[in-house]
């Protein structure tokens, strides 16, 4: 089998890069443990908050859960590339049911967005940039804090379902055609595995955590975890056939990729580069790459505070660190 070739433009030292070929084996039982992983922590915060009422545990489970709901919406990301698990049929399926589903998405509509990001990303007829606003960075820190506050408070989600309820992004979000069965069976993911939730949370007694901790939290702390988790991979940096150059990295796993970034997706340039590199092996790639120095190192970061701060200063450079 051929080596994938890397969206590298002109970048002649990166073309002339060769990856392990392991690092596009596809380890299906990787993806499911991913998946009972991220259900699990979902089902630790429910727990959590039905054992100990307390506001502080609420606010906990709250943010666990809303982090656990960012890995799956990760995890759709992964069924979008067709990494997920073997077998298109049955990657789509649990990728819809399992992670798009239960967050109200429709995998086959993100998919033909997310996939058009990828041909010319930070372009102005990107959907990411769109829907995320990236296209005016770097901006002022109290403009970056008013949209965190927004989304923090709903209100992000809240206009964003606007737009897309306006046909603000149709323009850039290509057209997806959608038999009627594959559209029933998007609603039925969407309505099963929300109805499940609810009925297991209202068969324990406790039903109510499925607004306060399901659905608040995904109208609000996951929006604030999205913008960040976006900021990072893209904002302020140029469209360029090389992907290197737009798109960050954080550089290794800490509390805040755990956070911001879950299922190593804060390897972004690796991601642009390969994206037939499935999420567990990454890590792997961004080890080859930096011993290669094919990394641009202003683009590599500690963490997601260095890019907030280098992407609200009125003086930010690719370069500032």
């Known amino acids: 089998m051929s080596q994938p070739e890397p969206r590298a433009g002109g970048n002649r030292a990166l073309q002339a890069f060769a990856p392990g070929a392991e690092l596009f084996v596809l380890k299906p039982w990787i ?3 991913a998946l009972l992983g991220d259900w699990a922590l979902i089902g630790v915060g429910f727990a959590c908050a039905a054992l100990w009422p307390h506001p502080l545990v609420y606010l906990l489970a709250a943010l666990l859960i809303a982090r656990s709901q960012l890995a799956l919406a990760v995890l759709m990301h992964e069924s979008a590339h067709g990494l997920l698990l073997r077998g298109q049929t049955a990657n789509d399926l649990v990728g819809q049911w ?3 589903g ?21 372009q102005h007829d990107d959907p990411i940039v ?11 820190r109290g403009k970056l804090v008013r949209r965190l506050l927004a989304d923090l408070c709903g209100v992000g989600y809240c206009l964003s379902a606007l737009r897309f309820a306006r046909g603000d992004y149709r323009a850039v ?12 069976g998007e609603v039925c993911s969407m309505l099963v595995g929300n109805g499940l939730l609810f009925g297991v949370l209202a ?10 901790l399901w659905l608040l939290p995904a109208i609000t702390l996951l929006p604030l975890l999205g913008r960040v988790r976006a900021i990072m991979e893209h904002a302020g940096l140029p469209a360029a056939a090389d992907q290197s150059r737009n798109a960050r990295s954080i550089v290794r796993p800490n509390a805040q990729t755990f956070l911001f970034g879950p299922h190593a997706i804060h390897y972004h340039i690796e991601h642009h580069l390969y994206v037939r590199v499935p999420f567990y092996h990454l890590r792997g790639l961004h080890r080859q790459l930096a011993a290669a120095q094919l ?25 500032a660190r």
């Open 203 to 212: 068969w324990s007694g406790h039903p109510w955590l499925y607004l306060g």
């Open 295 to 319: 990394l641009p190192e202003g683009n590599l970061y500690q963490g997601y505070g260095g890019v907030l701060r280098d992407v609200s200063d009125p003086n930010w450079t690719s370069a």
């Open 31 to 33: 993806g499911w443990l």
């Open 102 to 122: 239960p967050l109200f998405l429709s995998l086959r509509t993100y998919r033909a967005g997310h996939l058009k990001h990828h041909l010319q990303p930070m």
């Open 130 to 140: 769109a829907v995320f606003g990236l296209g005016d960075y770097p901006l002022p």
């Open 98 to 100: 399992l992670a798009a």
């Open 173 to 184: 979000m290509p057209k997806v055609d959608k038999s009627p069965r594959q559209a029933l």
